[in-house]
């Protein structure tokens, strides 16, 4: 079936990326601008939201500030059972945890007053 002339513009809400948390990467165009018009929209009300850089929501290292609401739906999925939900929530908090702290260690190594 073809559309031809017959569509129209899906809300940008729908196509959430993550590069709208850092609009200073963005190219300038007519686009940018009319997605920095519902920058508010786009962040605090998507409906679906695309990891699309290389680093993904399951990875501990994601800084991307909707991973918790992956993990979150990753819960709510059953896609594991409980043990393995608990497993995994432990490894993927520990393994974050214990990267945060490292690079806490090296920043205060880094300014260590002699």
């Known amino acids: 079936m073809t559309l031809a002339d017959n569509w129209s513009k899906l809300d940008l809400r729908w196509n959430q990326q993550g590069c709208i948390y850092w609009p200073q990467v963005l190219p300038e165009s007519d686009f940018t601008r009319t997605t920095l018009e519902k920058y508010d929209e786009l962040v605090n009300a998507p409906y679906i939201v695309h990891f699309l850089s290389q680093s993904k929501p399951w990875n501990f290292k994601c800084m991307h500030p909707l991973t918790h ?8 999925s059953q896609w594991f059972t409980k043990t393995e939900w608990m497993k995994w929530w432990y490894k993927y ?3 974050r945890f214990k990267w ?12 260590k007053i002699k």
């Open 100 to 111: 945060l702290l490292g690079d806490l260690n090296e920043t205060l190594n880094m300014v």
């Open 93 to 95: 908090y520990y393994s």
């Open 69 to 76: 609401r992956f993990i979150y739906y990753l819960k709510e």
